[in-house]
């Protein structure tokens, strides 16, 4: 059932230098990606009457501004 690919141990290594460009040109692209995301919720929750929706944008931004944090975490 799959589980000869979990026996199997992982090594990790260094990055490389053109792994470490690319690893930051995809923390880039993560950034702001939820940086859209957070301008389309901050948008819909100032235009919204509903209370459930606006919870749910407030959570939508919190977890959008935990995730900036953690990227910028990883790329310093």
Do not use: F
């Not at 090594?11 to 995809?26: D, F, H, I, L």
């Not at 919204?48 to 995730?67: F, I, Y």
């Amino acid at each position: 059932m799959g589980m000869a690919s979990l026996s199997q141990p992982q090594t990790y290594t260094e990055a490389t230098p053109a792994k470490s460009c690319t690893n930051q040109n995809a923390i880039s692209i993560a950034v702001q990606a939820v940086n859209d995301k957070m301008m389309w919720a901050s948008e819909a929750l100032s235009m919204s009457h509903s209370t459930g929706e606006c919870v749910q944008l407030c959570e939508l931004l919190k977890t959008c501004a935990e995730t900036l944090r953690a990227l910028q975490d990883i790329q310093h």
